[in-house]
Each structure stands twice: as structure tokens, then as C-alpha cells.
């Protein structure tokens, strides 16, 4: 049984790019959450997607966007880097918005580094 | 403000040694409460969920119970390889959003 995945695991960019981070949920879960997860810091929620929709959101600004496709794969984009971008990204998955259960599964993550 | 505050900050046993994690949260109609369990570099891994005040769970040494304002994580004759940073997270009412505490590095020394 596959766990989530993520793409790539390490990426280095300059400040101003752009970047794309990928995510495949676990095999059954069709809602994805992304995280960022600065060191020593709990994870901060950016937002979720379910049936390929921004369901709900966290206080990150518009530069951060994201898409989820038809097999409920994932990729979470940041434009104009900062900085303080710099940060573990990760992506989780679970099974649908509403049940009693709500654990969410997480993939090894992304860590990017802004120059 | 929802709030999720996790002590100590880290912690340092000897092997055997047992002892607790605590997560405190100040948020209005818990829906769960969940425990996550994170090697450096690495994502969380999921341990328990825990819904209503009175809950435990357990899974080998790790025993995971909830009062009305806070969680605790008992670690009982701890390993070396228990050693990591153990999370804390909330879900509110029918807010879908986690908010998680800074987590308390667990060091188990032989």
C-alpha cells in the first residue's frame, strides 16, 4: 500500500522564483492538506483541497496557490520567493471531510531552501 | 484564540525511565485531538486519535489520554529508538483545520 509521496525532496531557489512541489496521497484518501514547517516549529496549515477545490485556508498569503487533479494528486506552487519561504513543506492526506475520523497521513516532504 | 501548547519543550531520559508529555489546547468544541510522531527531516507519523475527555489509547509503550483541556503521552521504560519529536494537534467544531502545537523532543539515552 503506497504511502503519500513528494516531489522533489530538496530544491534550492533564488529569491523572486517560483516553485511547484508535487504530492500523491496515500491510496484511498482523496483530500489533500499542504504544511509548512519551519525548524523547531509544529506544522503551520496552508490550505486543502477536495474534489479538485480549495476547501479551506490558512493564513498564508495569495503567493501561495495550489491545484489538485482528477486522481487527487496534488501540487502546491509559491511565487515571488521569500526568504522566509525557506521551510519543510508537507503534504498530507486523509479520507474525505466530514467522517468521525480524521487522521491524516504524511508524506516525507519537501525541503526548500530560498537564497 | 485556539491555542495548542505542548511541555516540555524537550525532554532527556535515561533508558527505562518513564515519564509524560503534556499538550494543553483552549479551543471551542473539540472534534479530536491527534498525536503524531516526527524523525528529524521527516513527516509526521500518525499514532493516536483521541475524541471525548475520559479516552486512552495505547500502542506499545506510548499511552495516550484526554481530560477536558488537555492531553497527555505516557511513555512507559522508553528505548533509544522512542527518541523524536512528539506533536500535538486539534481539530475544532467543523473547522477541517489541524492547529498543532511546537511538538517536545523526546532524547532516550542507553
Known amino acids: 500500500d503506497a504511502g503519500v509521496t513528494q516531489s522533489p525532496t530538496h530544491l534550492i531557489k533564488t529569491r523572486g522564483q517560483q516553485v511547484t512541489l508535487r504530492c500523491s496521497p496515500k491510496s484511498g484518501h482523496d483530500t489533500v492538506s499542504w504544511y509548512q514547517q519551519a525548524l523547531g516549529q509544529g506544522p503551520q496549515f496552508i490550505f486543502q483541497?477536495?474534489?479538485?477545490?480549495?476547501?479551506q485556508r490558512g493564513n498564508f498569503p495569495d503567493r501561495f496557490s495550489g491545484h489538485q487533479f482528477p486522481n487527487y494528486s496534488s501540487e502546491l506552487n509559491v511565487n515571488a520567493l521569500l526568504l522566509g519561504d525557506s521551510a519543510l513543506y508537507l503534504c498530507a492526506s486523509s479520507l474525505g471531510l466530514a467522517g468521525t475520523s480524521y487522521e491524516q497521513y504524511f508524506g516525507p516532504g519537501t525541503r526548500l531552501t530560498v537564497t | 484564540e485556539d491555542q495548542v501548547t505542548q511541555s516540555p519543550e524537550a525532554l532527556r531520559l535515561q533508558e527505562g525511565e518513564s515519564s509524560s508529555l503534556n499538550c494543553s489546547y483552549t479551543?471551542?468544541?473539540?472534534?479530536?485531538l491527534f498525536w503524531y510522531r516526527q524523525d528529524p527531516g521527516k513527516g509526521p507519523e500518525f499514532l493516536f486519535t483521541l475524541y471525548s475527555a475520559g479516552e486512552e489509547k495505547e500502542k506499545e509503550r506510548l499511552k495516550a489520554t484526554l481530560t477536558k483541556k488537555e492531553s497527555f503521552l505516557h511513555i512507559t521504560a522508553p528505548k533509544p529508538e522512542d527518541s523524536a519529536t512528539y506533536l500535538c494537534?486539534?481539530?475544532?467544531?467543523?473547522?477541517?483545520?489541524?492547529?498543532w502545537g511546537a511538538g517536545t523532543k523526546l532524547i532516550i539515552k542507553p
Open positions: 483541497y477536495y474534489e479538485e477545490e480549495e476547501r
Open positions: 494537534a486539534v481539530q475544532e467544531g467543523s473547522n477541517y483545520q489541524l492547529i
Open positions: 479551543v471551542s468544541g473539540l472534534r479530536g
